[in-house]
């Protein structure tokens, strides 16, 4: 059986990545030179992926389907255990050949597209390390695994939006993509936990053969969790406005990540707990409105938009939205067809992007009259349903308040609870020191340093009065003598001024004091 | 201008006419580029061209913050390799005015040092500006101060050591270096202490009293008044406030003023909403769904925003409010705005200019479409900009509004401002030395904290004072610049390492006197950034044109058809295109009986094109020019049969196109059907294109060329009935004989092509096709607005072979021979091939030397694959002919390449004379080569029409090149691989960027920027005469945006055009030229640029 050899799928790619990464820390492949020595690196591994992808499909078409692939044990800890594991069904057989294929389209589309590219190398290590995840999603035997590989595809995709992290623009989409990202990995999160919980197992083939052991809740959280990792990879209503933000780096990786493959991974999931979905007529339900109004949203924010790569991706998410409604309906088999053509379209399309003017010889047809009559699904649609901003209103705003508010916590109590000195300075400023002059007081002085808390005030007034010992008796004084004298015992003064202000000293101290009270 | 009565009128009917000038005004410095299906190559800085290049370049930097120069560190580098030297420094400092080279600067008994050593070490080395922290690295990390910089020469290194000795010191790197360092820093009177950023505000009592003293005005001194830097503090703060406020419609809009106060920029929440709005409304077809777009910009936007919730999110509570007060006509709205924001009304103009400025490529785009209304077929859609700058101030002042009233609980305007920062200076202080100064890490972000605090309202009041005041403090501290005359990480360290590089010992620098002094940083003073790149770039330009000068001394009487003293086997007429010049140079080393000559590729024949299967007719003639005549092409007699079925599968095609490309991203169910039809299709073709992209390409081709079964056709060219008065409005289908005989007998005459005419004449016209390239026209034909040329060679050969035009010509003296045939084809510069037009008319007498000549061509096109191959980095090192072509055939079909073809990249020359000038020289692939032959023309008509005609084009692409070359994020469009083609008019990065105008990376990279030598072959007087009677080429010419010389006809003398004195005559030096025996010899296997060498001969002619 070479599908023992599977782990071999995610790997092949790492490697290739951590040899690229590796070359170019020591400079073996920098610059167009070493685009040669990467561009094969990268398309021998993807090359060798599918070959040993096809070669498993075909033992599969000849002796059956391998099922679940267990590798090695990775963590176990009393009844908990999680295992390097592949499952290997029909569904996953297929994605596997599809992702391998169109990775290795789009490495070699690259190669040349991103030439003399100052970036080259390490675009072509995420893309990489991409196909990695995306196998590992697709092909993984227990839910870590396949969480691994979602979180994998998160960062990489974060990396590539900020391809230009020069600019600002990409680099705060990207941020942004990777926080509304991290809904869906909560949800992922807790329906694992919940696995482990209560059916005591996260391996894929063990969970979905027994869902009838779980009460109807129990059953719903964890799909629930599921289903919302899987709306928010796949862009789904409410959280699609990310991926119409995603689309700043390379067309080649617009066209692998958001058009063609990690768009899917949610639908996958979906197809995945086919099983457990079936017992739940209320999440099918769920799924279908879901799915309905994503394609709804997709299909009427599409008809508005003027540039290509936006078009594209709305039109998209309308079609993803199509294959959740499909599930919802429970036509998963026509769901994961659809799910394999689309994807073989999207790369097509998004790779021809570029062109797209030059391929068409007329204007997209309008929109018919009855519909042209709504001019606030118009604005609606070309302000996107306003779903960005909703969530800067509910979401970002509020949040950012929080976090002032917190941090406000932190200064004005928390600091000086623990006494902890805030950032001072020595000479505050020329007026201080001018007002100092002036006045000659003592307190006055006491701008000079600050300190906070009980044991901050001792070492305020001492500091303030080896300041004045320093300035009358050195800074004043006239006879030479008594001012080289002066100036040494200064010197030492300030010497241990300068350590009292530091803080192990003030822990010295305050231990000695509790030492002393004790 | 109709003014409804109920509007508020404190302003003059003037500010009206005011504001439309100022809209007239912008084309001055808004990109200009059209609609990039469109794209034709202009100069970047047509609205400065009115100026002197070097101040346009500067006036242009005022607006977009673009140097005109190369970086200097690629000056420096091409001085490494010789392709600069020091004579060509050394002559265009020459000529600087402001120089006097030869003045001595420094003596003793052993070293003399002129003012011209001096400005070659200042130019030759950089000289960058160190900032504190860079220079404590230098010093403490780098040791600099007791070693050599790392660029100072062996020479310079020796003899400084030398002097050291000489002066009775240590042979010795350190001690030699650290007495220069200290000499410098005691020559400028300076004491170093190396200061990190926290220490300096820890300030010895004599430091601050040196401060106060330095700081205090007169009055001050004497006052015994309490808090004096307090007060100072605020002083600075009003006239900061003061100077801030005033460059608001100078420098800056309320956006500049908001982020100099607060460090938030509005426009990041404005640019999706107004890119959203204006590319939906500019929208050439991708969107299915617009809404209002007869009514103008502003009246749609509004029906959009009356029904925008974006108010209720983003808290706008003035949304709808601002709505309803707004007047119908956007130029009220407009006067409206600026008064709200209480700017002076002298300053509007340039407020809307810096307005503008902040998306360029958008504004550009809305007002290209303004000052081209109708463009595109889209009439129904006016496009005025007045529309756009109303919606864009309504947007400026709402989102400015909320930012106001977050930070400081007051109305957005400048009245408002100065209230309340009069008020609270010091939180101005601090705000603005935040914002716009540097300062060290611990104040920033005690700034910050302080900004976030007074955000959220919890404040204390005298907080800001004591910020203020420690600004002000470490912003006069020695450590942040200070007051000082002079300052050690600028001058000291200056004169530090010009002493090194002139090899100046310690002693030698202490001996300088004070006017020595002064002479050093005077220079250096003059020699700012512009300066200096000035300087280089005319050094580089010079070495370059004398190669070339040299290069025609060298080929004078070498090249062949001077006089065409037999008849050629054939003459191919080419465009005058830079890359045609390899083609013609290869095809003249195969056959030196052919003779090639060179013009614009439309031909003189200016037509509106309807080739048999368009739908609409386009165009083929310069941008300027707009044709009164219409060309059509029709299916041949007996093949109208045919032709429907051809029409039927094409349109079939198309459709297919259209439905997959188009109908696939619009539908939702019927598309789903579609996507899962196509999808099997798709991954075949897409694996085909990837992996096999000649095999694939080529049988796509021959399966449509098979399916659609192309037919020959027939020009409908002949006008029988014509109209009183063709013009634009008013087509004439045709042109008649006398029209036909006119433009025939133009072109004859331009390229001197009046007499021995060949058996076979051939005019290739030329475009270009390759997959995936948004800016596909860019490599098209310039003279016919980025399009195909082809249908102009046919056309013209199609009159030029008509007795009746023949018979005219003969008349005017122009007597082409019976057994003469003119042939149209187009050359397609991407992959090489050729389309040949109506052979099957070519008499059968003249069969078998067409087939000799189609062979030539063919070679000539492996020939000149071949040598494009050179400068591509994956193109085969060293191909064979065969494998060379496949490589750029394939090239043209692979849709992952980026760069199909170079383009123009290598343009730098342009010659305008006889072929013989350059025949059987190297040129590679850089001149621009335009037949005109002086004898026949006497007084000069026909080298003013050719300046004219050609003057600006070429200039055009020359200077496109040469600012997408040197400043490619502003001037350029960046890298294609993030391009994101919107509306079919331009590009952006990614989805939410300012159009991106200019050439991409991708097409510039091996260009050489420099302005276009023109070589012209008359007579001085003649040029002379031309040019004092011709305000257009004063202006090109005079203004150096194109650089002139002169060849004399007779005697081959050669006279340089220098501004302000006309022609005087070349003083270069000559050098013998390598000869190869063919071009092949002298590239094959090489990358870079290549100096001219000359082709062995081959037989007489």
């Known amino acids: 059986?070479?599908?023992?050899?599977?782990?071999?799928?995610?790997?092949?790619?790492?490697?290739?990545?951590?040899?690229?990464?590796?070359?170019?820390?020591?400079?073996?492949?920098?610059?167009?030179?070493?685009?040669?020595?990467?561009?094969?690196?990268?398309?021998?591994?993807?090359?060798?992926?599918?070959?040993?992808?096809?070669?498993?499909?075909?033992?599969?078409?000849?002796?059956?389907?391998?099922?679940?692939?267990?590798?090695?044990?990775?963590?176990?800890?009393?009844?908990?255990?999680?295992?390097?594991?592949?499952?290997?069904?029909?569904?996953?057989?297929?994605?596997?050949?599809l992702i391998s294929l169109i990775s290795f389209l789009t490495i070699r589309f690259s190669i040349n597209y991103l030439h003399r590219e100052a970036s080259f190398q390490r675009f072509f290590i995420i893309l990489l390390i991409f196909s990695a995840a995306m196998f590992l999603i697709v092909s993984a035997g227990n839910m870590v695994l396949t969480f691994v590989g979602w979180e994998m595809a998160g960062v990489c995709s974060y990396l590539l939006i900020a391809y230009n992290f020069d600019r600002p623009i990409p680099t705060t989409n990207a941020s942004r993509i990777f926080i509304t990202n991290r809904i869906g990995d909560a949800g992922l999160i807790a329906s694992i936990v919940l696995s482990f919980m209560w059916i005591g197992d996260i391996e894929w083939h063990k969970v979905l053969q027994q869902p009838n052991s779980l009460s109807s809740l129990q059953l719903d959280l964890i799909i629930g969790g599921f289903l919302l990792a899987a709306l928010v990879k796949s862009a789904q209503f409410p959280f699609s406005p990310w991926i119409s933000r995603a689309l700043e780096g390379p067309t080649p990786s617009s066209a692998i990540f958001y058009g063609s493959l990690m768009v899917h991974s949610g639908v996958y999931l979906m197809l995945r707990l086919q099983p457990l979905l079936q017992q739940n007529e209320t999440l099918l339900v769920i799924i279908a409105i879901f799915g309905l109004i994503t394609a709804l949203y997709g299909y009427f924010t599409g008809l508005v938009q003027t540039d290509v790569k936006s078009a594209f991706i709305f039109s998209t998410i309308a079609h993803v939205g199509l294959m959740f409604l499909l599930i919802g309906l429970?036509?998963?088999?026509?769901?994961?067809?659809?799910?394999?053509?689309?994807?073989?379209?999207?790369?097509?399309?998004?790779?021809?992007?570029?062109?797209?003017?030059?391929?068409?010889?007329?204007?997209?047809?309008?929109?018919?009259?009855?519909?042209?009559?709504?001019?606030?699904?118009?604005?609606?649609?070309?302000?996107?349903?306003?779903?960005?901003?909703?969530?800067?209103?509910?979401?970002?705003?509020?949040?950012?308040?929080?976090?002032?508010?917190?941090?406000?916590?932190?200064?004005?109590?928390?600091?000086?609870?623990?006494?902890?000195?805030?950032?001072?300075?020595?000479i505050s400023s020329l007026a201080n020191w001018e007002k100092n002059k002036d006045t000659l007081q003592m307190t006055d002085k006491a701008a000079m340093v600050q300190g906070h808390g009980l044991i901050g005030s001792f070492m305020e007034w001492l500091a303030s009065l080896m300041e004045w010992f320093e300035e009358h008796l050195i800074l004043k004084s006239g006879g030479e003598g008594l001012l080289d004298l002066v100036q040494k015992i200064g010197t030492n003064l300030q010497k241990i001024e300068n350590l009292l202000n530091q803080p192990r000293y003030l822990m010295i101290l305050v231990s000695i004091t509790f030492i002393i009270i004790i | 201008m109709s003014q409804k009565p109920n509007v508020k009128t404190v302003t003059s009917k003037d500010i009206r006419t005011q504001l439309r000038e100022t809209v007239e005004h912008f084309e001055h410095f808004l990109p200009a580029q059209a609609s990039i299906k469109d794209f034709v190559h202009h100069n970047t800085l047509h609205g400065f061209q009115h100026l002197p290049f070097a101040e346009a370049v500067k006036a242009a930097e005022q607006y977009n913050g673009a140097s005109g120069f190369l970086e200097e560190k690629h000056f420096q580098k091409f001085y490494q390799q010789g392709r600069i030297n020091s004579a060509d420094l050394t002559h265009v400092l020459t000529a600087d005015k402001d120089f006097n080279l030869e003045q001595i600067f420094y003596q003793n008994q052993a070293r003399q040092i002129s003012i011209k050593d001096l400005l070659l070490a200042m130019l030759i080395k950089p000289f960058k500006n160190l900032t504190d922290s860079q220079l404590t690295w230098q010093l403490e990390e780098l040791n600099a101060q007791y070693c050599f910089q790392d660029d100072v020469s062996h020479n310079?290194?020796?003899?400084?050591?030398?002097?050291?000795?000489?002066?009775?010191?240590?042979?010795?790197?350190?001690?030699?270096?650290?007495?220069?360092?200290?000499?410098?820093?005691?020559?400028?009177?300076?004491?170093?202490?190396?200061?990190?950023?926290?220490?300096?505000?820890?300030?010895?009592?004599?430091?601050?009293?040196?401060?106060?003293?330095?700081?205090?005005?007169?009055?001050?001194?004497?006052?015994?008044?309490?808090?004096?830097?307090?007060?100072?503090?605020?002083?600075?703060?009003?006239?900061?406030?003061?100077?801030?406020?005033?460059?608001?419609?100078?420098?800056?809009?309320?956006?500049?003023?908001?982020?100099?106060?607060?460090?938030?920029?509005?426009?990041?929440?404005?640019?999706?909403?107004?890119?959203?709005?204006?590319?939906?409304y500019l929208d050439q077809g991708m969107a299915s769904w617009h809404q209002d777009r007869d009514k103008g910009f502003y009246q749609s936007w509004r029906t959009n925003a009356h029904n925008d919730l974006i108010w209720l999110f983003e808290t706008l509570p003035d949304w709808h409010d601002t709505l309803e007060s707004l007047p119908d006509e956007s130029i009220e709205v407009v006067i409206q705005e600026?008064?709200?924001?209480?700017?002076?009304?002298?300053?509007?103009?340039?407020?809307?200019?810096?307005?503008?400025?902040?998306?360029?490529?958008?504004?550009?785009?809305?007002?290209?479409?303004?000052?081209?209304?109708?463009?595109?077929?889209?009439?129904?859609?006016?496009?005025?900009?007045?529309?756009?700058?109303?919606?864009?101030?309504?947007?400026?002042?709402?989102?400015?509004?909320?930012?106001?009233?977050?930070?400081?609980?007051?109305?957005?305007?400048?009245?408002?401002?100065?209230?309340?920062?009069?008020?609270?200076?010091?939180?101005?202080?601090?705000?603005?030395?935040?914002?716009?100064?540097?300062?060290?890490?611990?104040?920033?972000?005690?700034?910050?904290?302080?900004?976030?605090?007074?955000r959220h309202g919890n404040v204390e009041t005298n907080s800001w004072q004591s910020l203020g005041d420690i600004f002000w403090t470490w912003l006069h501290t020695p450590a942040a610049g200070g007051n000082a005359s002079y300052s050690i990480f600028d001058h000291a360290w200056k004169l530090f390492y010009l002493a090194q590089h002139l090899g100046m010992s310690g002693a030698m620098v202490r001996s300088l006197s004070t006017q020595q002094i002064d002479t050093v940083f005077s220079l250096l003073g003059q020699l700012d950034k512009d300066k200096r790149g000035f300087i280089w770039l005319q050094a580089y330009e010079h070495h370059y044109r004398e190669q070339m000068l040299n290069m025609l001394v060298n080929n004078k009487n070498r090249g062949t058809w001077k006089t065409r003293s037999k008849r050629p086997e054939a003459q191919t007429v080419f465009c005058m295109d830079d890359r045609e010049e390899a083609f013609r140079r290869h095809l003249e080393e195969l056959n030196p009986a052919i003779e090639t000559l060179g013009a614009a590729a439309h031909f003189n024949v200016f037509i509106?094109?309807?080739?048999?299967?368009?739908?609409?007719?386009?165009?083929?003639?310069?941008?300027?020019?707009?044709?009164?005549?219409?060309?059509?092409?029709?299916?041949?007699?007996?093949?109208?049969?045919?032709?429907?079925?051809?029409?039927?599968?094409?349109?079939?095609?198309?459709?297919?196109?259209?439905?997959?490309?188009?109908?696939?991203?619009?539908?939702?169910?019927?598309?789903?059907?579609?996507?899962?039809?196509?999808?099997?299709?798709?991954?075949?073709?897409?694996?085909?294109?990837?992996?096999?992209?000649?095999?694939?390409?080529?049988?796509?081709?021959?399966?449509?060329?098979?399916?659609?079964?192309?037919?020959?056709?027939?020009?409908?060219?002949?006008?029988?009935?014509?109209?009183?008065?063709?013009?634009?409005?008013?087509?004439?289908?045709?042109?008649?004989?006398?029209?036909?005989?006119?433009?025939?007998?133009?072109?004859?005459?331009?390229?001197?092509?009046?007499?021995?005419f060949a058996p076979l004449v051939v005019i290739f016209g030329h475009g270009s096709i390759s997959q995936n390239n948004p800016h596909l026209a860019a490599y098209d034909c310039g003279a016919c607005s980025g399009r195909h040329s082809g249908?102009?060679?046919?056309?013209?050969?199609?009159?030029?072979?008509?007795?009746?035009?023949?018979?005219?010509?003969?008349?005017?003296?122009?007597?082409?021979?019976?057994?003469?045939?003119?042939?149209?084809?187009?050359?397609?510069?991407?992959?090489?091939?050729?389309?040949?037009?109506?052979?099957?008319?070519?008499?059968?007498?003249?069969?078998?030397?067409?087939?000799?000549?189609?062979?030539?061509?063919?070679?000539?096109?492996?020939?000149?694959?071949?040598?494009?191959c050179r400068r591509l980095a994956s193109a085969p090192k060293k191909p064979s002919l065969q494998q060379a072509f496949d490589h750029i055939v394939g090239r043209s079909y692979d849709f992952t390449q980026a760069r199909p073809e170079l383009g123009h990249a290598t343009n730098a020359i342009a010659f305008i004379g006889r072929r013989s000038l350059t025949q059987s020289a190297f040129l590679d692939r850089r001149g621009f080569l335009i037949s005109y032959d002086p004898t026949t023309d006497p007084d000069g008509t026909i080298v003013e029409r050719l300046l004219l005609a050609n003057g600006p084009v070429g200039a055009g692409i020359s200077l496109e090149y040469y600012f997408s070359t040197i400043n490619n994020d502003i001037y350029g469009s960046g890298s294609k691989i993030t391009h994101n083609v919107s509306g079919w008019f331009g590009v952006m990065d990614g989805t939410n960027s300012d159009l991106r105008t200019g050439l991409p990376r991708q097409m510039i990279e091996i260009h050489e920027a420099m302005r276009l030598q023109v070589v012209v072959e008359a007579k001085v007087e003649l040029l002379t005469e031309i040019y004092s009677r011709q305000p257009a080429l004063q202006e090109l010419i005079g203004n150096g945006w194109i650089l002139v010389c002169a060849i004399d006809p007779?005697?081959?003398?050669?006279?340089?055009?220098?501004?302000?004195?006309?022609?005087?005559?070349?003083?270069?030096?000559?050098?013998?030229?390598?000869?190869?025996?063919?071009?092949?010899?002298?590239?094959?296997?090489?990358?870079?640029?290549?100096?001219?060498?000359?082709?062995?001969?081959?037989?007489?002619?």
Not at chain 2, 181 to 210: G, V, Y
Not at chain 2, 424 to 447: C, D, G, M, W
Not at chain 2, 652 to 663: A, D, G, I, V
Not at chain 2, 1061 to 1067: A, N, R, T
């Open chain 1, 330 to 426: 429970e036509f998963f088999v026509l769901a994961s067809w659809y799910l394999v053509l689309h994807a073989i379209w999207r790369a097509y399309h998004f790779l021809h992007a570029p062109s797209q003017m030059h391929n068409i010889n007329q204007a997209a047809r309008s929109v018919p009259a009855w519909l042209a009559q709504f001019k606030i699904l118009h604005t609606a649609s070309l302000q996107r349903f306003w779903l960005d901003n909703i969530s800067n209103w509910m979401i970002v705003r509020p949040m950012n308040a929080l976090a002032h508010d917190a941090q406000s916590f932190d200064e004005k109590i928390v600091s000086r609870l623990i006494g902890k000195p805030k950032q001072q300075y020595i």
């Open chain 2, 608 to 756: 509106d094109w309807k080739g048999v299967d368009d739908e609409q007719s386009s165009p083929l003639c310069p941008v300027v020019a707009v044709p009164a005549h219409e060309i059509h092409e029709k299916p041949a007699p007996n093949y109208l049969g045919a032709y429907t079925v051809h029409k039927a599968r094409y349109d079939l095609r198309h459709k297919l196109k259209n439905l997959l490309h188009q109908e696939s991203h619009r539908n939702l169910l019927s598309t789903a059907v579609l996507i899962a039809l196509s999808a099997p299709a798709s991954l075949m073709l897409l694996i085909g294109k990837i992996i096999f992209p000649l095999k694939t390409g080529q049988s796509i081709d021959k399966s449509i060329h098979d399916f659609e079964s192309d037919i020959p056709t027939d020009l409908v060219a002949n006008c029988d009935t014509p109209l009183d008065n063709p013009g634009p409005e008013n087509r004439q289908i045709g042109f008649t004989d006398h029209e036909q005989a006119d433009r025939v007998e133009t072109l004859l005459r331009n390229m001197g092509l009046i007499n021995e």
């Open chain 2, 791 to 868: 249908p102009n060679a046919r056309t013209f050969a199609f009159a030029a072979n008509r007795p009746e035009v023949r018979a005219i010509l003969s008349e005017r003296g122009i007597t082409i021979p019976e057994d003469s045939w003119f042939i149209g084809a187009e050359h397609n510069t991407c992959d090489e091939s050729i389309i040949w037009y109506d052979l099957e008319k070519v008499p059968q007498t003249l069969q078998t030397n067409l087939e000799n000549l189609k062979k030539q061509i063919f070679q000539a096109s492996l020939f000149s694959a071949h040598e494009r």
């Open chain 1, 1 to 97: 059986m070479l599908a023992k050899f599977i782990y071999l799928l995610p790997l092949l790619p790492l490697l290739a990545a951590f040899w690229i990464g590796l070359s170019y820390i020591f400079g073996h492949n920098r610059g167009e030179s070493g685009e040669k020595m990467t561009a094969k690196m990268a398309s021998v591994a993807s090359l060798s992926a599918l070959i040993l992808i096809l070669i498993i499909d075909l033992q599969a078409m000849l002796i059956g389907v391998p099922g679940s692939v267990t590798i090695t044990n990775w963590l176990s800890s009393g009844n908990y255990q999680i295992n390097i594991s592949f499952y290997l069904d029909t569904l996953s057989l297929s994605l596997l050949t």
């Open chain 2, 338 to 454: 600026l008064q709200y924001l209480d700017l002076p009304q002298n300053r509007w103009s340039h407020y809307l200019d810096c307005l503008v400025m902040e998306l360029p490529g958008w504004s550009g785009m809305f007002l290209w479409r303004h000052n081209n209304p109708g463009y595109a077929g889209l009439k129904d859609i006016p496009v005025e900009m007045m529309d756009y700058l109303a919606v864009r101030l309504i947007l400026e002042r709402l989102f400015a509004k909320r930012l106001c009233a977050e930070q400081w609980q007051f109305d957005a305007s400048l009245d408002m401002f100065r209230w309340y920062f009069r008020r609270h200076r010091s939180e101005f202080i601090v705000r603005y030395t935040l914002f716009n100064k540097r300062l060290p890490e611990y104040l920033t972000s005690q700034a910050q904290r302080q900004l976030e605090r007074a």
């Open chain 2, 156 to 280: 310079s290194r020796q003899t400084l050591l030398k002097s050291h000795q000489a002066d009775g010191g240590e042979y010795s790197e350190p001690a030699a270096i650290s007495r220069l360092w200290e000499a410098c820093l005691e020559k400028l009177e300076l004491e170093h202490f190396i200061l990190h950023p926290e220490e300096m505000l820890d300030l010895s009592a004599e430091q601050i009293n040196k401060i106060l003293k330095m700081t205090a005005s007169s009055e001050e001194e004497n006052s015994t008044q309490h808090h004096g830097v307090h007060r100072k503090m605020q002083k600075q703060a009003a006239i900061e406030l003061g100077e801030l406020l005033a460059q608001v419609g100078k420098t800056i809009t309320l956006r500049g003023l908001l982020i100099a106060l607060t460090g938030e920029d509005i426009l990041d929440e404005i640019r999706p909403l107004m890119i959203r709005y204006v590319s939906s």
């Open chain 2, 1050 to 1101: 007779d005697t081959g003398d050669l006279s340089e055009f220098k501004i302000g004195e006309g022609f005087v005559p070349w003083q270069g030096e000559v050098s013998q030229l390598t000869v190869v025996e063919k071009s092949t010899d002298w590239y094959d296997g090489l990358e870079y640029p290549l100096a001219p060498a000359l082709i062995a001969k081959k037989g007489e002619y």
